[in-house]
């Protein structure tokens, strides 16, 4: 069975905008290089869609911790849910 998202809407809406403003500064990066534009200021451009991400992963992790894994221990999937948070953290690869 797939698995569904729990993130509230608010939440969702705040995702989608923080991953289009993303999407426009990657669009922007492309431009950059097409145009020869000075490594330093490319770097800078890629710093800040990383940020961007960043952000959005930790609103998906927060909410993931607050709905998903509460739900997977309530149901007797605990190992799962751990296992899940491991992978998530890169602190172990080879869960699948």
Request: include cysteine.
């Given at each position: 069975m797939k698995r569904k998202s729990s993130l509230p809407?608010?939440?969702?809406?705040?995702?989608?905008?923080?991953?289009?403003?993303?999407?426009?500064?990657?669009?922007?990066?492309?431009?950059l290089v097409e145009d020869d534009t000075y490594c330093v200021q490319v770097i800078k451009q890629i710093a800040a869609v990383r940020g961007a991400l960043d952000r959005v992963s930790r609103i998906?992790?927060?909410?993931?911790?607050?709905?998903?894994?509460?739900?997977?221990?309530?149901?007797?999937?605990?190992?799962?849910?751990?296992?899940?948070?491991?992978e998530i953290l890169g602190l172990r690869s080879d869960v699948a």
């Open positions: 809407a608010e939440k969702k809406q705040a995702v989608l905008n923080r991953l289009r403003t993303a999407r426009g500064h990657l669009e922007g990066i492309i431009r998906e992790l927060e909410s993931h911790l607050e709905h998903c894994l509460v739900h997977q221990i309530q149901t007797g999937e605990a190992a799962v849910a751990v296992a899940e948070v491991v």
